[in-house]
């Protein structure tokens, strides 16, 4: 019944409010002015929250994996509000894993689950079905990324006194490296089916990259794939570069690129050093468009840690940075 609840007038049964720290959680309230004939979700819950634990095997941690990707493929689709209702049918059990479910097999399904949790009880959500409804609406802002396209995910944003919807075109796991002709790998194939769906002429941001500098740069510098970091970062944004140009060319979007997000304490010396490339190297191409004034404000006045103000869950930017992608696009979209 997705479509119809993409579609559907009845609003979410109850408003969620995900409590962050090492005993995250959520919690809820009713919608007010809408009457409901059965107990409040945060009682469904309770035993979850207080009763024992148990150690999940392999086939539970699958099944709870299955409930959290539906919440993963509800949120993408527009569907949000079937989420809201269906978090507290999944937290008794959740909350019941004596496992850490960030150390095992689940942890990805676990951490989107999460986010879009915090995301939800953070900001308000704009229904699929409202998508270029009424006369003058202007069109969604399509954002092709990874997780950290979530935080943009069925928001608005004011870009040159218009509120857009930042519409999510979801490629999990892509790293720019992926983007390489010599791959087949499933992100590769995901990523081009995503961009196939998205229409012609959309306005569409490009937020990849993290992950290369996560996870695949100073391998690949390791296993000498490449002499120095500089060149190793060098040959991986190539590969998104050359794929983002075809698109504009192919599909006529407008293609803005998302400077890379320094969440990770860790990995903020990779980010900025491949940021000033990849900005530099987008510059250079007139059919892409480089999202300025974005990375420099998340950061600190000294550069060092990300501002308090833009944390959510360790992993991702908190929802209150929209206003600057917004302020990013208006002084873009006249260049276009």
């Keep these: 019944h997705l479509s119809e609840a993409v579609a559907g007038d009845e609003p979410a049964h109850w408003v ?12 809820w309230g ?46 993408v689709s527009g569907a949000w509000n079937l989420v809201i209702d269906l978090v507290p049918v999944i937290e008794p ?15 990805n399904e676990h951490a989107y689950y999460c986010c879009i949790g915090q995301n939800l009880g953070e900001s308000a959500h704009v229904k699929a079905r409202d998508l270029g409804a009424g006369a003058g609406t202007a069109p969604p802002i399509h954002i092709c ?3 950290h396209s979530m935080t943009t995910a069925w928001k608005t944003v004011l870009v040159q006194g218009t509120q857009r919807t930042l519409k999510p075109e979801l490629v999990t796991g892509l790293k720019h490296w992926h983007l390489r002709p010599s791959t087949e790998f499933y992100p590769k194939q995901t990523f081009k089916r995503v961009v196939q769906s998205i229409p012609r002429g959309s306005d569409v941001v490009f937020m990849f990259g993290e992950i290369d500098c996560r996870e695949g740069i100073l391998v690949a510098v390791e296993k000498d794939r490449y002499d120095t970091v500089e060149e190793g970062m060098t040959a991986t944004m190539e590969h998104f570069i050359r794929v983002a140009k075809d698109l504009v060319h192919s599909r006529g ?35 892409l468009h480089w999202l300025d004034g974005i990375f420099e404000e998340l950061l600190t006045r000294d550069g060092k840690h990300l501002r308090p ?23 873009a979209l006249p260049e276009v």
């Excluded at 690129?257 to 900005?279: E, F, G, M, S, W």
């Design 309 to 331: 103000e833009f944390k959510l869950d360790g992993t991702h930017l908190h929802p209150r940075y929209l206003p600057l992608l917004g302020a990013s696009l208006t002084k």
């Design 16 to 27: 969620l409010d995900w409590k962050a720290g090492d005993n995250s959680r959520p919690s």
């Design 30 to 75: 009713a919608v007010e002015g809408v009457p409901r004939e059965t107990e409040g979700p945060s009682s469904r819950a309770g035993p979850g929250v207080d009763g024992p634990k148990f150690e999940f095997n392999d086939a539970s941690l699958d099944l709870m994996a299955v409930f959290f990707t539906l919440v993963k493929i509800l949120y």
């Design 145 to 147: 990324g990874d997780s």
């Design 93 to 107: 059990t959740r909350q019941r894993a004596a496992n850490p479910l960030h150390l095992t097999n689940i942890r």
């Design 253 to 287: 979007f407008r293609a803005f690129v998302h400077p890379i997000v320094p969440v990770l304490d860790q990995t903020r010396h990779l980010v900025k050093a491949y940021n000033a490339l990849l900005r530099t190297r987008v510059q250079r191409e007139p059919e």
